[in-house]
């Protein structure tokens, strides 16, 4: 079994089969290098976003230009609050 | 590891994509949702982000909980910088959220759902390490130690036939009442005068008194208190203080779980009575009764860790080694000693109803010995057999959340149990435990520190210093606290099949939020064997795993 965890990065992934090649056979090393060799490439195939999408992308980098982002802290607060209130309407 | 940085946008568009996961999943799957997207970028794209796709940003795709997401981001060595989540609709015809090819293996199914393949990559047998990614957050643990009513899992565990009671507890018509802690839920349970068990709530529904101290006479457990009396559903049937032409008692009902008495055990099902699964159908139920032993043994700990320290079959090298050698039910085979030997690897696959679990250890030059252990869902397993020694088996039934009764079942599906093996395990050898009379609780238990003897351990009569495997399971499984807390442990390729089992189950507890039926309810998931054998270093382990796992009647099972 190789830990695949089914939210790792491909690059995670790349980087632990290789950090563990030495420990393989021979055959073996051919074809997990065969494996990473194809996963080397870009991360995703170019994605189709809409328009909206687009302009949502370039407010998100203005966010970041006028410091309208949230730290992890920020972050983690505001959605246990966004939880809450989501869980205590009505289903 | 970088900082995480989210916008304000991708905030707000994180929130209108949890509120619609809600709406579509309810609010405990958009909890897991939103649990799992955090877990992603903090644990994995903090730590590896991908190649941006051009200069300026990246693109992740990924499915929680069946919910195919990208997330947009960029980074430096210092900064993750989350701008955007995009669900991953099949309209976009780069990112099919259904055939997302990861070129590992091939191509994955995400709308079949996260499966063995999409948890482990395919091309290779064995991994070296088990990432950090597979530690699991606090929400996770929680999800899958709580099975009180309402909890997911504790759901989940309600639609399968859970052993409740020996048999022998209840041995005639009319016997005492039978208190029993089951999924959080006080019970109790009777035979009646016809021999018909009941296992109901255990207060009476006038005012509140256990019927433990009731009266279990002419059909019916009468409470004490002022005489109302219950039949085995649950139903009133005596209110003495209102006249019968009333109907008052008519309109008085315990809460009750039907039950199913087999193999020696009384099961009960506690889940919806249209979801009622087929009877139980384990090897050991089937067996005439003389095939069979069954013992129970409470452990102070929450059902999940005990049920880990089944699945995990190193600790056996370990603290169970000097006994393998001297255990009367053990020693002299060669399987003992063959498991002497430390450096285990695993292989683990996917069975209809869990898993199977083989252990890899060097035996002769060019060969190899596998001791195969079942996990069957939600909270069995079964131990690999020592040669013609009898099969062994535990279900680690949750009491409450901070309590599991661990079942033992001892079999041999070709002979009878001779009386010194029943002598043996009624005084604790083997994987049973020696209990003080009257009760279930061990005799060596928290409260006298399991009888730990230190000579014992100096002298290497045993690892641990606790005496008995059972107990020495116990003692280690409850001095993690009542629930482990799984946040920081740190596993390694050993625990494959632990975090395998994990996530079975959780699947498992999601599937059936959504409708699914859980795994392994069918006859033919349960009517499984452990095995244990030596196979040449080139042979499939897989088909003599599958093989081994057969159970033919009246036939021994595969063991050395």
């Given at each position: 079994?190789?830990c695949?965890?089914?939210?790792?990065?491909?690059?995670?992934?790349i980087?632990?089969?290789t950090?563990?090649l030495?420990?393989?056979?021979d055959?073996r090393?051919?074809?997990?290098?065969?494996?990473?060799?194809d996963m080397?490439g870009?991360a995703?195939?170019?994605?189709?976003l809409t328009?909206?999408?687009r302009?949502?992308i370039?407010?998100?980098?203005?966010?970041?230009?006028?410091?309208?982002?949230?730290?992890s802290?920020?972050?983690?607060?505001?959605m246990t609050?966004f939880?809450?209130?989501?869980k205590s309407?009505?289903? | 590891m970088?900082?995480?940085?989210?916008?304000?946008?991708?905030?707000?568009?994180?929130k209108a994509f949890?509120e619609?996961s809600?709406?579509?999943?309810?609010?405990?799957?958009?909890e897991?949702t939103?649990a799992r997207?955090?877990?992603?970028i903090?644990?994995h794209?903090a730590?590896?982000p991908?190649k941006?796709?051009d200069?300026?940003?990246g693109?992740?795709?990924?499915a929680a909980?069946?919910?195919?997401f990208v997330?947009i981001?960029?980074?430096?060595?210092?900064?993750?910088?989350?701008?955007?989540i995009v669900?991953?609709?099949?309209?976009r015809t780069s990112?099919?959220?259904?055939?997302?090819?990861w070129k590992?293996g091939?191509?994955?199914d995400?709308?079949a759902?996260p499966?063995?393949?999409t948890v482990?990559?395919?091309?290779?047998e064995?991994?070296?390490i088990?990432?950090e990614?597979?530690?699991?957050?606090?929400e996770?643990?929680?999800?899958?130690t709580?099975?009180?009513p309402?909890?997911l899992t504790g759901e989940?565990?309600?639609?399968y036939w859970?052993p409740?009671l020996l048999?022998?507890?209840?041995?005639?018509?009319?016997?005492?009442?039978?208190?029993?802690r089951?999924l959080?839920?006080?019970?109790?349970?009777f035979?009646?005068?016809?021999?018909?068990v009941?296992?109901?709530?255990?207060?009476?529904?006038?005012r509140?008194?256990?019927?433990w101290?009731?009266?279990?006479?002419e059909g019916?457990?009468?409470?004490?208190?002022?005489?109302?009396?219950?039949?085995?559903?649950?139903?009133?049937?005596d209110?003495?203080?209102?006249?019968?032409?009333?109907?008052?008692c008519?309109k008085?009902?315990?809460r009750?779980y039907?039950?199913?008495?087999?193999?020696?055990?009384?099961f009960a099902?506690?889940?919806?009575?249209?979801e009622?699964?087929?009877?139980?159908a384990?090897?050991?139920?089937?067996?005439p009764?003389a095939?069979?032993?069954?013992s129970?043994?409470?452990q102070?700990?929450?059902?999940?860790?005990a049920?880990?320290?089944?699945?995990?079959s190193?600790?056996?090298?370990f603290?169970?080694r000097?006994?393998?050698?001297r255990?009367?039910l053990?020693?002299n085979?060669?399987?003992?000693k063959l498991?002497?030997?430390?450096?285990?690897?695993?292989?683990?696959f996917?069975?209809?109803?869990?898993?199977?679990i083989?252990?890899?250890?060097?035996?002769?030059p060019?060969?190899?010995?596998?001791?195969?252990?079942?996990w069957?869902?939600?909270?069995y397993?079964?131990i690999?057999?020592?040669?013609?020694?009898a099969l062994n088996?535990?279900?680690?039934?949750?009491m409450?959340?901070r309590?599991c009764?661990?079942?033992?079942m001892t079999f041999?599906?070709?002979?009878?149990?001779?009386?010194i093996?029943?002598?043996?395990?009624?005084h604790?050898a083997?994987?049973?435990a020696e209990?003080?009379?009257g009760?279930f609780?061990?005799?060596?238990?928290?409260?006298?520190?399991y009888?730990?003897?230190?000579?014992?351990q100096?002298?290497n009569?045993?690892?641990?210093?606790?005496r008995?495997?059972?107990?020495?399971d116990a003692?280690i499984?409850?001095?993690?606290?009542?629930?482990q807390?799984r946040?920081?442990?740190?596993?390694?390729?050993?625990d494959n099949?632990?975090?395998m089992?994990?996530?079975?189950?959780?699947?498992?507890?999601?599937?059936?939020?959504?409708?699914?039926r859980p795994p392994g309810?069918?006859?033919?998931?349960?009517?499984?064997r452990?095995?244990?054998?030596?196979l040449?270093e080139?042979a499939s382990?897989?088909?003599?795993?599958?093989?081994?796992?057969?159970?033919?009647k009246?036939?021994?099972?595969?063991?050395?």
């Amino acid at each position: 079994v190789l830990c695949y965890v089914f939210d790792m990065t491909r690059t995670e992934a790349i980087a632990i089969i290789t950090a563990k090649l030495a420990a393989l056979d021979d055959e073996r090393v051919i074809t997990v290098a065969d494996i990473v060799q194809d996963m080397v490439g870009p991360a995703a195939p170019a994605l189709n976003l809409t328009d909206e999408e687009r302009a949502a992308i370039q407010r998100s980098k203005e966010d970041f230009k006028a410091g309208r982002t949230y730290s992890s802290d920020q972050y983690h607060t505001e959605m246990t609050a966004f939880m809450t209130e989501l869980k205590s309407k009505p289903q | 590891m970088r900082r995480v940085v989210r916008s304000r946008t991708y905030v707000a568009q994180l929130k209108a994509f949890i509120e619609q996961s809600t709406e579509t999943f309810g609010p405990a799957v958009a909890e897991r949702t939103l649990a799992r997207i955090d877990h992603t970028i903090e644990q994995h794209l903090a730590r590896y982000p991908n190649k941006p796709i051009d200069d300026r940003l990246g693109v992740y795709t990924y499915a929680a909980l069946r919910t195919p997401f990208v997330l947009i981001y960029d980074f430096d060595e210092e900064e993750l910088r989350v701008h955007f989540i995009v669900p991953a609709r099949a309209d976009r015809t780069s990112i099919d959220p259904t055939t997302v090819e990861w070129k590992l293996g091939g191509a994955v199914d995400f709308a079949a759902g996260p499966t063995a393949d999409t948890v482990r990559g395919r091309g290779l047998e064995r991994a070296s390490i088990v990432p950090e990614s597979t530690m699991i957050t606090q929400e996770q643990n929680s999800f899958l130690t709580e099975t009180g009513p309402g909890a997911l899992t504790g759901e989940l565990f309600r639609r399968y036939w859970i052993p409740a009671l020996l048999a022998e507890e209840l041995p005639e018509p009319d016997c005492p009442p039978v208190r029993v802690r089951l999924l959080s839920e006080r019970l109790i349970a009777f035979r009646d005068s016809a021999g018909r068990v009941g296992l109901m709530d255990e207060f009476c529904a006038h005012r509140g008194i256990s019927l433990w101290f009731g009266r279990n006479e002419e059909g019916g457990l009468r409470c004490p208190y002022h005489g109302w009396k219950y039949d085995v559903t649950g139903q009133c049937i005596d209110v003495p203080s209102e006249p019968e032409e009333s109907g008052y008692c008519r309109k008085i009902k315990l809460r009750s779980y039907p039950c199913i008495e087999a193999g020696g055990a009384i099961f009960a099902y506690m889940g919806p009575p249209a979801e009622m699964p087929p009877p139980p159908a384990f090897e050991w139920v089937g067996l005439p009764s003389a095939h069979v032993y069954l013992s129970k043994r409470w452990q102070e700990c929450n059902y999940l860790q005990a049920m880990e320290g089944g699945i995990d079959s190193s600790h056996v090298s370990f603290l169970h080694r000097y006994d393998l050698d001297r255990d009367p039910l053990h020693r002299n085979t060669g399987g003992a000693k063959l498991t002497r030997r430390t450096d285990t690897a695993f292989e683990i696959f996917e069975s209809t109803g869990g898993l199977l679990i083989g252990a890899r250890r060097p035996a002769d030059p060019g060969r190899c010995y596998w001791r195969v252990t079942q996990w069957l869902m939600p909270f069995y397993t079964l131990i690999p057999p020592y040669q013609d020694n009898a099969l062994n088996g535990h279900a680690f039934v949750p009491m409450d959340d901070r309590n599991c009764m661990v079942w033992t079942m001892t079999f041999h599906p070709a002979r009878p149990l001779g009386g010194i093996e029943l002598e043996l395990m009624q005084h604790g050898a083997g994987v049973h435990a020696e209990l003080i009379a009257g009760t279930f609780q061990p005799l060596a238990n928290r409260g006298n520190d399991y009888l730990i003897d230190r000579a014992a351990q100096a002298g290497n009569l045993t690892f641990s210093g606790v005496r008995g495997i059972a107990i020495q399971d116990a003692a280690i499984q409850e001095s993690i606290g009542p629930i482990q807390d799984r946040t920081v442990e740190n596993p390694v390729s050993t625990d494959n099949a632990i975090i395998m089992a994990r996530a079975r189950l959780s699947m498992a507890v999601e599937a059936l939020a959504k409708g699914g039926r859980p795994p392994g309810l069918e006859p033919d998931a349960q009517h499984v064997r452990a095995s244990a054998f030596v196979l040449d270093e080139d042979a499939s382990f897989r088909e003599a795993a599958l093989n081994a796992a057969k159970v033919r009647k009246s036939e021994p099972h595969v063991a050395v």
